[in-house]
């Protein structure tokens, strides 16, 4: 059996019309692929298929799921099968053994051997006389306790073979260990890998340690004390390129926030001691990559767990011009940054424990378009004609890699205004002939779609229960402010109630969402419903629009009517009446006269006031 998280990994990394395009002639229409239906026969084509969402549905003979559903269904293969066939496209490690006696066991020792490194960490750095020049190290960069306990810093010993001791006391496998990365092997012995480092425990976003970053304790040891940093090797579990350091800890101290009071920014950084200072002071929005140049991967990852973006960089030129090298990366996942620019010979570790909270606030507030950075680096620092030409030639050309047409059409727009470069050029530049075929018109601008008319459902209008769904299904974020307030206890329609209850389970499990497993728990109807909109719908493409759906939806939902409103007192009284508590029902029926008295006293204010106005008209 595969373990669910490398599963969920397999689908996030995966685009499932690299699996549709061989046997289905896919063509751009609004925000999804269109081709005819390879699982029954049809002259129109009404089979789509969204790589944003990871789906594909079929509106004539209602056929969909997942890119694992479409592959086994084509390939005749089994779930593994086809889960490890779409690991092998992307490179990723699949943990041999089908027959669920291996893969799963070794994902919980895996697990258990991270947590017991952790505490062989931990408690080094507490022990007297072993971890003094680390405690004294931290203490000298105004890291306190707190945010040590937080963070779970350790330390790696010098003597070289501690962990080694440990993990066999431990009866942890050293074969194990070494595949992780977390000891080395001469020979027939073994060593620890770490050696004379403070470590930072590197975790995926359900809390579990995946990897470490380790520093270099003592700045005189020479060049045989090995590079500054040392991150751990790709492991089973790890792929550096695919995490953020302190994700995991900004979800948790979001989810101690108020909906209203929780940033509506995620902050990137480049070190993990600028995590920790800017977290302790008090902004826990923040994370940075793990020793490695930003990748797609990582901004994706952004893209998905947080808002906006704002991403923080040293004043001097080595930060202008990583700063420039960031901006195509950011733009392929389909974000527009801003950026952050420190004065000289500052970091945000440094300025903010420096200057303190407000001073970096301020700093974040002046926060402008990396665009403005990558255009001076590839201009080179001329101006004219020509350096304009190479702009936006080079611009056109990052551009071109952005697939979503809304999101195209939004980044073309920001980047034509802050750069000066005529939008229309950048658009004929990024050979947007190809996707005014696909359906967008002239201009660039994607061509309007209908709603979901294919699939030949009553064009009723949705419910708000139905809407809600989808936003819920478009935006994970949602579900989490869903289940703070328990609203799916006011959800009464089939079977939207039933799918808002299960996503806020999965959340609740810290799984991720499919949306093609979603689709497939619902009939047919309600399956081609969603997924049209889902599909076709610009609203769930866009933020804002979605926001007001979201909130509107959320008011009507939790607004009882008066019938509602008997239904649930009674639904309490008889409550009351089995506990044989008089007391609470007595209680209870004098807030609902109260409650009654309330609205008939404001509604014979909104009377007289009307007739006030009606007068005084």
């Known amino acids: 059996m595969i373990p669910e998280d490398k599963i969920g990994e397999i689908r996030q990394a995966a685009r499932i019309s690299d699996f549709v395009s061989p046997y289905v002639s896919l063509k751009r229409r609004g925000r999804s692929l269109l081709g005819l239906c390879p699982f029954h026969g049809e002259k129109s084509p009404s089979f789509s298929v969204s790589d944003e969402g990871g789906f594909f549905h079929c509106f004539g003979c209602g056929a969909g799921g997942n890119v694992f559903k479409f592959v086994m269904s084509m390939e005749n293969l089994t779930f593994p099968e086809a889960v490890r066939k779409v690991a092998a496209q992307y490179g990723i490690d699949v943990p041999e053994g089908g027959a669920g006696r291996t893969a799963a066991p070794e994902r919980e020792l895996i ?88 470590m930072f425990p590197i975790r995926d976003p359900q809390g579990r340690t995946v990897g470490f970053g380790a520093r270099r304790l003592g700045e005189s040891e020479g060049d045989n004390a090995g590079p500054k940093y040392l991150n751990s090797s790709d492991s089973p579990i790890y792929h550096k390129g695919r ?140 101006g004219g004609a020509a350096a304009a030409a190479r702009v936006g030639a080079e611009l056109a050309e990052v ?75 478009a935006d994970v974020g949602a579900i989490d402010r869903v289940r703070e307030r328990d609203i799916v206890k006011f959800m009464r329609e089939q079977p939207w109630a039933q799918v808002a209850a299960d996503l806020v389970a999965l959340r609740e499990q810290g799984r991720d969402i499919d949306i093609g497993e979603v689709l497939s728990t619902i009939d047919q109807e309600a399956r081609a419903r969603l997924a049209g909109r889902l599909i076709e719908d610009a609203t769930f493409a866009d933020p804002v629009a979605m926001e007001r759906v979201f909130v509107d939806c959320l008011e009507r939902v939790a607004a009882p009517t008066e019938t509602e409103r008997k239904r649930r007192l009674l639904e309490e009284l008889r409550r009351f009446e089995e506990l044989g508590d008089d007391a609470g029902a007595a209680d209870l029926l004098a807030r609902w006269n109260t409650d009654r008295q309330s609205d008939k006293t404001a509604s014979g204010a909104v009377g007289k006031n009307a007739g006030r106005d009606s007068d005084e008209g």
Request: proline share 5%; charged share 25%.
């Open 243 to 382: 995490v953020l350091y302190g994700l995991f800890e900004a979800r948790e101290a979001a989810k101690g926030l108020a909906p209203d009071q929780r940033p509506e920014e995620t902050i990137l950084v480049e070190g993990y001691l600028d995590v920790i200072a800017m977290s302790q002071a008090g902004l826990t929005n923040v994370v940075a990559t793990c020793g490695t140049a930003l990748t797609v991967d990582q901004a994706r990852l952004l893209r998905r767990f947080g808002g906006e973006v704002l991403a923080l960089f040293d004043g001097d030129d080595a930060g202008r011009r990583a700063a420039a090298r960031s901006f195509p990366v950011f733009l392929e996942a389909g974000l527009w940054v801003r950026g952050v620019f420190l004065p000289q010979g500052e970091d945000p570790d440094s300025y903010v424990r420096g200057r303190g909270l407000d001073a970096m606030r301020q700093a974040l507030r002046g926060a402008v378009p990396l665009v403005d950075a990558y255009a001076r680096e590839v201009a080179g620092g001329s």
């Open 111 to 198: 697990g258990a051997l991270m947590a017991s490194a952790v505490r062989y960490f931990r408690a080094c750095l507490a022990k007297a006389g072993v971890g003094d020049g680390a405690r004294a190290y931290l203490q000298q960069r105004g890291i306190a306790d707190g945010a040590t306990e937080r963070f779970a810093l350790g330390l790696s010993p010098s003597s070289g073979e501690g962990l080694v001791q440990w993990l066999k006391q431990e009866k942890q496998d050293p074969e194990l260990a070494e595949k992780l990365g977390l000891v080395g092997r001469r020979g027939s012995s073994i060593y620890d890998r770490f050696r004379g480092r403070l």
């Open 399 to 473: 551009l071109r890699k952005v697939e979503n047409p809304f999101e195209y059409d939004v980044l073309v727009k920001k980047a034509a205004h802050w750069t000066g470069i005529s939008e229309q050029v950048l658009r004929v530049q990024g050979r947007m002939v190809g996707r005014q075929a696909a359906g967008a018109l002239p201009g660039g601008a994607p061509a309007p779609t209908a709603r979901p008319s294919r699939s030949g459902l009553p064009a009723r209008s949705p419910s708000a229960e139905e809407l809600l769904v989808t936003v819920l299904v």
